[in-house]
């Protein structure tokens, strides 16, 4: 069942009822500013960081879910309504959401009157536009009132939500006219503030929730709506908002457009005020300025749209199948964006009071990103390598805000490290910036010890080579890419973290997984290290990478697929030895992407082994058998229900590993399959099962062992944005930047029997147009009419246009 279609052209999902299966969400911005937006109006605003500045307060976890948002009341005669349906859900005669990039329109009837909302955030403002249309359709004269209406959160939503022995005292706003400026804090240490405006005289106002909403009462039955007056009230303390009422009067076919304006300001602390006790108002009012006109509105989301046109052009698709277009062309790329900068932070899943950046997730977001803007890209990867320490290894998180390890989680993920490398070569291949690795950068964010980038990276790949357990494997940590694998926690106490705990201090328990990266990664290391001239280490770098794939042959085989780990005894993790878990998706990806086992045949056997234990309908689990039990030498994978998470759970972060496996071994029929399987467009129709958006991925399907296979969770944050886009664009369609050229080596089944990318790769536009038998096998490339060997169409001069036919 669906809820809802795409609209390619307009690059929209358009959602045609409220009573989605979980709320759809959307993301507004993509500077400084940024909104999270459902389907009903739902979410919240901050600046920069989710946690420290967050602008509007939203309550997670709530019955109904819907807590806090910008909400607009129509109020008639007595009767009222919210064109979000929620939070009123009075009936309404029409309700269309609809979903773009970087802006949410949604729209409401009832009784006559309809009433059109566009939230975004235009580009160079910090500030969310909330322009609101009102229509009448009906054959009367109508007069009605208009509310708008949001929550402002006290700045630090941590803190909000738990400190109210204070938060309740320190609420501070200031009314204007038709702007409501709220400046809690704003006396003391803060030189920002925040408004709400809009632009036309208003009638009345709220800034105080008792009074707007009623002290018992739910944001669907505000008091002053049902009364259909304002209290003109200025908060002092307790939970201040913005509430601004219009009367509006229309005649048969009219309609009227307001512009509200939600904005965050900063004032120099010298220029803090106009007088005492009154804020300097003067940035505000120029962002009032900005948008008081629709006219004004409509051009900054023209530049929205533009930007993103751009953006979406440098990788493109035009095949027979819609929707893989759809997949490639719009919304995979556009989760990218939204991964890259909200990295795990805040979702409808993640509060944005936890986590900060991750080292690895953001290492990995990079792949998907990297060729929208490599600008930015090169930024975080500094950023990142900043929070590494001396020895290699790293901080797994860090703040975004600060850019700073976080202290709370610390290091000792092991596999940290080597996704340095990754990211960095993804950047240079895709912009051919090597002078990036002479970038000087600290360690833990000490200006007084520093090194180049280069430099970095040589200590992540030693740091595997430092930390080798009995085995001849890297040792693992406290965890590697499996968060919840953690052989050295031995954790019996119900509050200890898991990611954090390490009862047990050993230097035993050993990873094949990073083993399979070391293998994957490495010669990416050997490959720069050659070309800045330094062959020693280039040799040297492979042959630890060749004596690593021997030990994972010797090591790390099990028989008929890769082994997992050994554990703190030195027991197998992932054998058909063990009675449950006795197989894992992450080495027989990692291992078969590095090409361990292909020409001895351990990768397909591997590849056939997922087949035939991890594969389901709805994706490929991440273990079978599953866990039935908590093993305390396991850790939290064990902690989860059988089917849920890493506990066999559809990890859709690491399916596309087994695809561009398969690619590996040739095998184009399977890798799409399992490519359709978990990609959302593929499984719109089953959009009542799956419950989370049709237009992105989740982090996790429901696996066999779960009570609801095929139940989504946690859609939006997650590496599987960047890894799939990885799989289909450079794997499956075949096109990726390598050092010197762009590889061209489709891998797809019969059934996308042609096709062409249009690909700009460092200032050059290159359109492959495919044949494809299906059979997959070595492409026939003619670049501009001539004939080609092997498969990389050389860089060619900024500019050009390059023909490429290619003919699998
Ligand atoms: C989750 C992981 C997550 C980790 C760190 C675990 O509970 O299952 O997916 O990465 O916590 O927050
Ligand atoms: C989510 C985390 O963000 C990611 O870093 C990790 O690899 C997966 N969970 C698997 O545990």
């Known amino acids: 069942m669906r809820f809802g279609h795409f609209d390619d052209s307009a690059r929209e999902y358009v959602i045609t009822t409220p009573k989605t299966p979980f709320p759809w969400i959307n993301y507004l911005g993509s500077e400084g500013f940024f909104g999270l937006v459902s389907h009903m109006g739902s979410g919240y605003s901050f600046y920069r960081d989710a946690r420290l500045r967050r602008l509007t307060r939203y309550r997670y976890n709530s019955v109904p879910n819907e807590q806090g948002g910008r909400f607009f009341y129509i109020e008639e005669n007595g009767d009222y309504w919210t064109p979000t349906f929620a939070p009123v859900k009075a009936d309404l005669d029409s309700f269309e959401c609809r979903h773009g990039l970087g802006y949410t329109r949604i729209t409401g009837s009832r009784k006559g009157i309809e009433a059109e909302l566009l939230y975004f955030i235009p580009r160079g403002h910090n500030a969310e536009v909330h322009q609101v249309t009102v229509r009448n359709k009906s054959k009367e004269k109508r007069s009605f009132k208009l509310y708008s209406f949001l929550e402002f959160c006290l700045w630090n939503a941590h803190d909000d939500a738990t400190n109210l022995q204070r938060n309740l005292s320190t609420g501070e706003v200031e009314v204007d006219g038709s702007t409501i400026y709220h400046k809690t804090e704003y006396r003391e240490r803060r030189n920002h503030f925040a408004f709400y405006h809009v632009n036309a005289k208003v009638s009345g106002f709220d800034t105080d929730r008792e009074s707007f909403v009623g002290m018992y009462n739910h944001l669907g039955e505000p008091e002053a709506v049902k009364s259909g007056t304002s209290k003109n009230t200025v908060a002092h303390g307790w939970a201040p908002i913005a509430s601004h009422r219009l009367d509006v009067t229309l005649a048969p076919g009219e309609e009227q457009t307001f512009v509200f304006v939600l904005g965050y300001i900063e004032n120099p ?453 960047a890894w799939n886009f990885v799989a289909v664009s450079q794997h499956l369609l075949g096109v990726r930047p390598d050092y010197d050229g762009l590889i061209v080596q489709p891998c797809l089944p019969a059934e996308v029997p042609e096709f062409t990318v249009s690909r700009w790769c460092r200032g050059t536009t290159y359109i492959i147009v495919v044949k494809n038998s299906g059979k997959g096998g070595p492409p026939k490339l003619v670049v501009d009419g001539k004939p080609v060997d092997g498969h990389t169409v050389p860089y060619a001069a900024k500019g050009k246009t390059v023909k490429v036919e290619c003919t699998v």
């Open 269 to 721: 602390v010298s220029e803090k005020w106009e007088k005492p006790g009154i804020i300097n108002k003067t940035r505000a009012k120029q962002m009032i300025e900005a948008f008081s006109k629709p006219a004004q509105v409509d051009a900054a989301l023209k530049d929205l749209k533009e930007h993103w046109t751009t953006l979406l052009s440098r990788y493109s698709v035009a095949s027979r199948d819609d929707k893989l277009n759809r997949m490639v062309n719009i919304w995979n790329q556009y989760q990218c964006v939204v991964t890259f900068h909200m990295s795990r932070s805040t979702s409808f899943f993640e509060t944005g009071i936890g986590r900060g950046m991750g080292f690895r997730d953001s290492n990995q977001d990079l792949l998907g990103f990297v060729h929208l803007l490599p600008e930015l890209a090169r930024e975080r990867i500094i950023d990142i390598a900043s929070t590494q320490f001396p020895d290699g290894s790293a901080y797994h998180q860090y703040q975004p805000l600060t850019k700073r390890g976080n202290n709370d989680i610390g290091s000792g993920f092991n596999d940290d490290p080597l996704w340095l490398i990754l990211g960095a070569a993804a950047y240079i291949k895709e912009t051919g910036d090597y002078a990036i690795l002479d970038e000087s950068v600290p360690f833990d964010n000490n200006a007084e010890n520093r090194a180049s980038l280069m430099e970095h990276l040589k200590r992540s790949f030693d740091h595997v080579l430092n930390n080798i357990g009995p085995h001849g494997l890297p040792l693992i940590g406290r965890a590697d890419w499996n968060d919840c694998l953690n052989l050295n926690c031995f954790s019996e106490t119900p509050d200890e973290s898991y990611q954090t705990t390490g009862n047990r201090v050993g230097r035993t328990a050993e990873s094949i997984f990073i083993a399979g990266m070391f293998v994957y990664i490495g010669p990416e290391y050997a490959a720069l290290c050659e070309r800045r001239g330094d062959s020693a280490e280039a040799a040297r770098a492979r042959r630890e990478v060749a004596s690593m794939e021997k030990v994972v042959l010797e090591h790390g085989w099990d028989g008929e697929w890769f082994l997992r780990a050994y554990d703190f005894f030195g027991n197998k993790v992932g054998s058909q030895e063990n009675e449950e878990g006795k197989i894992f998706i992450e080495p027989q990806g990692f291992c078969v992407m590095a090409g361990i086992g292909k020409s001895t045949g351990q990768a397909v056997q591997a590849l056939d082994a997922v087949k035939e234990r991890l594969d389901t309908p709805y994706g490929v689990v991440l273990v079978n058998p599953a866990y039935s039990r908590y093993h305390v030498e396991l850790g939290e994978i064990s902690s989860y229900p059988p089917g849920y998470k890493e506990n066999a759970g559809i990890f859709c972060h690491n399916n596309p590993w087994i695809m561009i496996a398969e690619t590996v071994v040739g095998r184009p029929e399977r890798a799409f399959e399992y490519y359709k399987k978990i990609t959302p467009a593929y499984i719109e129709e089953i959009s009542d099962l799956h419950k989370m958006e049709p237009y992105v991925y989740s982090q996790m399907i429901a696996g066999k062992d779960a009570a609801k296979p095929g139940e989504a969770k946690n859609s939006w944050l997650t590496g599987t944005a």
